[in-house]
């Protein structure tokens, strides 16, 4: 079964631009979460998508969005992009509603200029 | 200059030892734990998991350990290869959110 994918897997943009991350899950998983990995603050949860709903949502400024379509693939949308938004953003995938184990992709590294 | 971010705890051991790694977990809630091992460059990697209604479970080399009481989890790492270099993370499941801890650094000394 393949796992969690990604794309791109590297971006560089400028400050002020958008970006779209895109994200298929692992075959059969309905969830699919987005975490911002930094050095600076570790991995911290964006929002978590569920049959098309967004489910949950940390605390990140409305620059940051994201949707799911009806085949559980997500994509994330970050506007106005900021110097610290560089980070690497991953993606993971699980079952369903219940403590399903969360599986990882291998994360778009986005570089902002 | 100096560099500002997470400082990771940081393990070191010798090829062949047994690793341990901890973690404190902070809700009594949580009823699920994960271990995931992070490699430079990529995302994080399922170890191994524990429900809370178990306080042991074992895989392949590895080990994960549940205390309730004082709510912490541990990794053991037997026989610890060059290839187990890598960040490993512990993830505390509550009320269906994954709460991450931040990591520890793991070097194996050939």
């Known amino acids: 079964k393949a796992g969690v994918t990604q794309t791109p897997r590297y971006l560089i943009k400028t400050r002020g631009q958008q970006v779209t991350l895109s994200c298929s899950p692992i075959s059969g998983h309905r969830s699919v979460s987005w975490y911002q990995q930094t050095p600076g603050q570790g991995l911290q949860f964006l929002f978590e998508y569920f049959s098309e709903t967004q489910r949950n949502k940390g605390n990140f400024p409305g620059r940051f969005s994201g949707r799911q379509f009806s085949n559980s693939r997500s994509e994330m949308n970050v506007s106005t992009l900021e110097l610290g938004d560089s980070a690497l953003y991953l993606c993971a995938s699980r079952k369903g509603t219940s403590a399903d184990t969360q599986y990882f992709g291998p994360g778009t590294r986005l570089t902002v200029l | 200059g100096e560099s500002v971010g997470l400082h990771l705890p940081t393990l070191s051991v010798q090829e062949g030892d047994n690793s341990i790694i901890n973690c404190a977990y902070s809700?009594?809630?949580?009823?699920?734990f994960i271990w995931y091992k992070q490699e430079s460059g990529k995302g994080p990697q399922f170890i191994i998991d524990?429900?809370?209604?178990?306080d042991k479970r074992q895989g392949q080399r590895v080990t994960v350990l549940l205390n309730k009481t004082v709510k912490h989890l541990s990794l053991q790492i037997a026989a610890t290869q060059p290839g187990d270099s890598a960040v490993y993370f512990c993830?505390?499941?509550?009320?269906?959110?994954?709460?991450f801890g931040t990591g520890t650094s793991l070097t194996v000394i050939p």
């Open positions: 993830a505390e499941i509550s009320f269906n959110q994954f709460y």
């Open positions: 524990i429900r809370s209604n178990m």
């Open positions: 809700n009594s809630a949580s009823d699920y």
